[in-house]
């Protein structure tokens, strides 16, 4: 029987794929997520795409000592820590900061408090947005941190120093913080995507929503940045291929000595918004009505990842291209559509 990870997040849009990948590696899992931001129709997804006897869902909130606490008691054989749960959207962490450092920094610290001590690893989902506009580009990971825009961004960083400190008193407590570029996409066989609540806050969710006929327009947020066409530049990863580099970082923590590491994960490949849509209106052979619309506060010109560390340190090889990912998040969008599923 396989090891037994613990997925916080994990019906989210990233925990998801994760929760395939690593079913697929033969590992046994559990999930928690307090649905905050997805739909127990995801837990359903997953059986039907992984079956009956393959994950356990716990309905459990990260920031609840009490309810934390008792999920480690019932699985006292979990052997490693995927974490996930977090809130994600910039505006609405603007809003609502306390809210975010709640659920993000104290979520945090309450899942720490549990696990440093069992001697199981730690992965933690951090992101491209630490950096804010670097200075240099391709983006590697000691190119120096920005002052973030938004609490949310804040919460990463904070949340990167929270586990470093922690690796750094406690030889045992292995941990890695994966920093993620733009992930998209979705499982090959389309049963599971992102599935966002409301109006999509980011790109592709947004422009397949417009694809399928959900949405009106696309509103494009600013074509004067300094770039090829005006948009901003970013650098979009399949999800499938993130969800890999997460069972690769734990298998490294597994095997190693070291007790503390930082990946980027993107395809090192900056794309404007516009290509995006050119590129959709490919794939799907749908067209997309955009218009352009002001800047969005907060947003940087550009965006892309020197991924090498990853590559040759833990061999993290991408299968998939960019239009592969547009293709199967316009499935996901199809399946979501003929499914008659798309909640608000
Ligand atoms: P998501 O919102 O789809 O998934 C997060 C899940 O965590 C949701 O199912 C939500 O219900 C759950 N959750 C939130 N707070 C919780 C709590 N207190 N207790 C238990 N569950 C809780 O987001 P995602 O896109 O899958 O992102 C997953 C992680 O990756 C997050 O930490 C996010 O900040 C990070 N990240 C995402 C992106 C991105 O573009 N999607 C980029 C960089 C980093
Ligand atoms: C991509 C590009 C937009 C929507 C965000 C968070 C970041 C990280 C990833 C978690 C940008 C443009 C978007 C739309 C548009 N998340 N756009 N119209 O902004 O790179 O990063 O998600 O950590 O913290 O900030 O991703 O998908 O929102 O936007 O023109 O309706 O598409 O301006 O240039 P972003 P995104």
Known sequence: MGLKILITGGLGYIGAHVCAVLHQKGYRIVLMDNLSNSFLQMY????????????????KDISRPD??????????????????????SVNQSIAQPLSYYHNNVGGLITLLSEVKSKN?????????????????????????LKPSFSPYGFTKQVGEQIIKDTAKANDS?????LRYFN????????????????????????????????????KIFGDTYDTTDGTCIRDYIHVMDLAEAHVLGLETLFSSNSNHYVYNVGLGKGVSVKEMVSRFEK????????KISKAR??????????ASRIRHQLNWQPKYSINDALLSAWNWEKYLHSNNDHKE
Request: aromatic residues 8%; proline residues 7%.
């Open 44 to 59: 359903h997804q997953l059986i039907t795409l992984l079956g009956e006897q393959s994950l356990e869902f716990e309905k």
């Open 67 to 88: 309810e934390v606490k008792e999920l480690f008691r019932k699985h006292s054989d979990i052997k490693g820590v995927i974490h996930l749960a977090a809130l994600k």
């Open 120 to 144: 199981i690893p730690f992965l933690f989902s951090s992101s491209c947005t630490v950096y804010g506009q670097a200075d240099q580009l391709p983006i590697k990971e000691n190119t120096s």
């Open 173 to 177: 407590f292995k941990a890695m913080s």
């Open 183 to 218: 992930p998209i996409g979705a499982h090959p066989s389309s049963l599971i995507g992102e599935w966002p609540i409301g109006e999509p806050q980011n790109l592709v969710p947004y422009i397949t929503q417009v694809g399928i006929g959900k949405r009106k327009e696309l």
């Open 283 to 290: 794939v799907s052979e749908r067209p997309i009505k955009y």
């Open 297 to 306: 506060k907060g947003d940087v010109p550009i965006a892309y990842a020197d």
